[in-house]
């Protein structure tokens, strides 16, 4: 969807798969430090072998949890994470509007626990709205927004 009609009818402008891989590569960061650090200082609370934990793969589903809980959370309540915000991108749904909660919980899930598998099938089987597979099951959409539109609301003068 190139065009929304509206009152000022507005354009949509689709983030590009560079733009959005480096946000998600942002949160990433930002989540595997937060998870890592958890992780570390529980198990040495615990007298645990956090190395053990690490190599045995223990990590991959606590950490998809965090994951998805953060972007379901950010992506819900404000369109946005960390990443999408530097980046300038922000979730809406197929019509231009705030995505619903289950379309954010079902584009979350494949990013946060099957990212390789919803990327390459969505490469392949991609259409002029570049969604992941999981983007299109939850009717959502990844657009590139102004600097000034999340400001727009604002004009800041001086007395």
């Known amino acids: 969807m190139d065009n929304i009609d509206n009152s000022e009818s507005s354009k949509i402008i689709l983030a590009k ?7 998600w590569l942002v949160d990433f960061v930002i989540i595997s430090l937060i998870s890592s650090s958890i992780f570390f ?25 965090m994951f998805f809980s953060y972007w379901i959370i950010l992506e819900y309540k404000t369109g946005q994470t960390i990443g ?7 979730i809406i749904n197929s ?3 705030k995505p619903s ?20 099938l969505g490469l ?19 657009i590139k927004i102004k600097e ?3 400001d727009s609301d604002f004009k800041y003068i001086k007395d």
């Open 41 to 65: 200082l529980s198990f040495l609370y615990l007298n645990y072998n956090f190395e053990n934990f690490i190599t045995n793969d223990g990590m991959y589903i606590p950490t998809s949890v």
């Open 101 to 120: 909660l289950i379309g954010v919980i079902i584009s979350s899930f494949g990013k946060s626990f099957i990212l390789p598998i919803d990327m390459i």
């Open 84 to 90: 999408k915000k530097m980046f300038n991108l922000k």
């Open 148 to 150: 000034s539109d999340s």
């Open 95 to 97: 019509q231009g509007e």
């Open 124 to 142: 392949i089987i991609t259409n002029e709205k570049r969604q992941r597979i999981f983007n299109k099951l939850g009717d959502t959409l990844i």
């Open 17 to 23: 798969w560079k733009d959005r891989f480096f946000a």
